[in-house]
């Protein structure tokens, strides 16, 4: 007995040590090399310059399994600027020079530079990349990142295709330069809602009064994307939300989707006909093609959040094996009402951790910071204040400052952590709307237990509160709770958190007028953003840092130096 039992302790040994081999010696190196360039795109079927990964907008997918390293040489071909790529919900344990963030882990690289990127995809899921620097994001230089489990794991759920991602975007016919220029101008000029959106890069801009050469409604490019799909079975789709700027729902005609997976985790499944996705969020639904197959299908992203000026995205959903570019014969269905913030609670409410594979939260958290989001004016310019403090980048990245004691850099004392609860309406439009401006950061106990409650309140216009998709580097967070009206400290903590079984994520929205309740441990060592996922709003100063650890963290690589005093560090 004891013998035979000695005897399966050494198989499952051999066993457990053979598999350790297998996974050792799958995790793979993925080396890519990337120009970056400028290309004239007809992506809504209006010619734009857009930026391009060796020629792509989107960006080619990079797909990986759990433990693999990501190599990524980014050739600055863009002639004229500089760029910098953040892996958006790689959270860089370790790693912290390579979150690809200008101004916080390195100096952008200018035309004619290489950066290497490299990093390990340690968990499986569904992530994303983009541009990190000014509003380059919104010019198309983004992509998906999508993570497979490892042999020997296995998914809570089941699906015949996981070939198919879905980048959904908002797409602007000014440049990027017009935009920064307009935001920070004095007046202050507002960008307006963007031109069209695309799904997988492709819209559908109405060309009817304009010159052929500039906006052909018959350009190849600008076919809408089609999904072609074989009758009874289920897929797999991967879902990034890459806005600049809308807030978007996304449906399929006549077909539910089934949500199993949010910014790398699994969801407790429901079924929705609408998704509801904000900028910097990734989703995984399952769709089964159980519809009649003898036609297509609409698929379809709305403007959401704020008053519509945009058409919908339109791509077609295929059943084989009709012609892939048949339209469907139905009118395209509605999208949910764009006010009909309700629902949106609900859907967030709804996103919570798969059973059996919650990570419980610590009951408790060491710190508290309440974060006041306020629209405000600053010398006469629009901004976004945190407690009254709208971020200004130093110019020199915030880590490198960090590991050289150089406290000139950014502003030493620390960023306010709370608001005068009292006295602030949220409703209301402030009589006196200035702010103060700072560089200031958050200074975290290492390992610590932090809570983050994101408070909304009214804009500098009469009954108005934004939604704002708020995003966390290099740590993923609970979500504890989202709640109306203005957070309370007391009873809000007891009623309305969920500390069962919260969903972890990067990317969470605030809702209008709304609160959004947060726990993450800062564990990783490094100085990370936390920002609105909003382009326009982070360049108005919607952001703040959050240092933890950063003693342990090694000296900076020449290639992320460059700029302002690092230039004394380059060697030749
Ligand atoms: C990755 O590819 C580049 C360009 O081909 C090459 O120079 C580099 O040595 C490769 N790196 C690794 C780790 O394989
Ligand atoms: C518009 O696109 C069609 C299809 O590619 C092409 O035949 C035509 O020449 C284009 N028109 C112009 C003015 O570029
Ligand atoms: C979609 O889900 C709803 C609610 O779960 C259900 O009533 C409906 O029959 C489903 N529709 C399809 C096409 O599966
Ligand atoms: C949404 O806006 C419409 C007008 O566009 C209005 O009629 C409706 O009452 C609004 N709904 C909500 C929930 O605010
Ligand atoms: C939101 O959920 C509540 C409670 O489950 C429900 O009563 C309400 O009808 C839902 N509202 C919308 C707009 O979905
Ligand atoms: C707001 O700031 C501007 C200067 O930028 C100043 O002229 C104005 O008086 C300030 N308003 C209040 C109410 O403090
Ligand atoms: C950092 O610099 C400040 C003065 O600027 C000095 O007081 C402090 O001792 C320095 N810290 C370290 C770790 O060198
Ligand atoms: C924000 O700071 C400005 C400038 O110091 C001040 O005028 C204003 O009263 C402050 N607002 C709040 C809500 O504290
Ligand atoms: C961080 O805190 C957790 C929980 O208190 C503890 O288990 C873990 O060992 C700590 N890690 C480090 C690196 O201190
Ligand atoms: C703002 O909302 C309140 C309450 O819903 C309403 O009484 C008021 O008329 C609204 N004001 C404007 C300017 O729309
Ligand atoms: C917070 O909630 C408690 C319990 O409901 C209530 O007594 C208290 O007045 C509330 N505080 C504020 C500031 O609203
Ligand atoms: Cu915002």
């Not at 509003?135 to 490892?150: H, M, S």
């Not at 897929?235 to 978007?248: E, F």
């Not at 972890?504 to 990370?528: C, E, S």
Request: proline letters at 6%.
């Amino acid at each position: 007995m004891v013998e035979s039992r000695k005897s399966l302790t050494m198989i499952f040994l051999a066993l457990k040590f053979f598999f350790m081999i297998i996974s050792l010696s799958e995790a793979r190196v993925h080396n890519y090399t990337w120009e970056i360039t400028y290309q004239f795109k007809s992506q809504d079927c209006y010619k734009k310059l857009a930026i391009a990964i060796n020629g792509m907008t989107p960006g080619p997918v990079i797909s990986a399994t759990e433990g693999d390293t990501i190599i990524v040489n980014v050739i600055n071909r863009l002639i004229m600027e500089n760029v910098a790529i953040h892996w958006h919900g790689i959270r860089q344990i370790g790693t912290p020079w390579m979150d690809g963030t200008d101004s916080v882990t390195q100096c952008a690289t200018l035309p004619g530079d290489t950066f290497t990127y490299q990093f390990v995809v340690d968990r499986a899921g569904t992530y994303m990349y983009h541009s990190h620097y000014g509003v380059q994001k919104e010019t198309g230089l983004y992509g998906l990142i999508k993570v497979t489990v490892p042999p020997g794991k296995s998914e809570p759920f089941k699906y015949d295709d996981d070939r198919h991602s879905i980048v959904l975007s908002d797409w602007y016919h000014s440049s990027s330069y017009a935009e920064a220029t307009k935001l920070t101008s004095l007046p202050f000029v507002w960008i307006g809602e963007p031109q069209s959106l695309l799904i997988n890069g492709r819209g559908k801009y109405d060309c009817s009064n304009l010159n052929a050469n500039v906006c052909n409604a018959t350009n190849p490019e600008c076919l809408p994307y089609s999904l072609t799909v074989v009758p009874g079975k289920t897929y797999r789709l991967r879902i990034g939300g890459l806005t600049s700027l809308s807030a978007l729902s996304f449906q399929i005609e006549g077909h539910n989707m089934t949500v199993v997976e949010a910014d790398g985790h699994y969801v407790e499944p429901f079924v929705t006909q609408n998704l509801y996705i904000y900028s910097g969020e990734t989703y995984s639904v399952l769709v089964t093609a159980n519809q009649a197959s003898s036609r297509n299908y609409w698929m379809s992203t709305n403007v959401v959040g704020r008053k519509p000026a945009t058409p919908p995205g339109l791509a077609i959903f295929n059943y084989y094996p009709n012609h892939f570019h048949k339209l469907p014969p139905t009118t395209l269905p509605p999208g949910p009402a764009w006010n009909d913030t309700r629902a949106r609670i609900n859907q967030s409410l709804a996103i919570k951790a798969r059973q059996g594979f919650i990570q419980s939260p610590p009951s408790t958290a060491d710190k508290v910071i309440v974060l006041l989001n306020t629209q405000n004016t600053f010398e006469g310019r629009r901004r976004w204040s945190l407690n009254n403090v709208s971020h200004t980048l130093p110019h020199t990245p915030y880590l490198i400052a960090q590991k050289k004691n150089w406290t000139d850099v950014f502003d030493q004392t620390p960023a306010p952590e709370s608001y005068d609860f009292q006295n602030y309406d949220i409703y209301s439009v402030q009589g006196n709307t200035n702010t103060t401006s700072s560089s200031s950061i958050y200074r975290l106990k290492f390992n610590s237990t932090v809570d983050v409650i994101l408070q909304n309140a009214n804009t500098m216009n009469v009954n108005d509160s934004e939604t704002h998709p708020w995003h966390l580097h290099g740590h993923d967070f609970w979500v504890l709770g989202y709640g109306d009206g203005k957070f309370n400290m007391s009873s809000d903590i007891l009623e309305k958190y969920n500390l069962v079984d919260p969903i972890m994520k990067n990317t969470v929205p605030l809702h209008p007028y709304g609160w959004t309740a947060l726990r993450f441990r800062a564990d990783n060592p490094g100085i990370w953003l936390f920002h609105c996922h909003i382009e326009a709003h982070y360049l108005m100063g919607m952001l703040v840092l959050f240092e933890s650890g950063s003693e342990m963290v090694g000296e900076p690589p020449q290639q992320n130096m460059g700029c302002g005093r690092t230039k004394s560090l380059m060697k030749p």
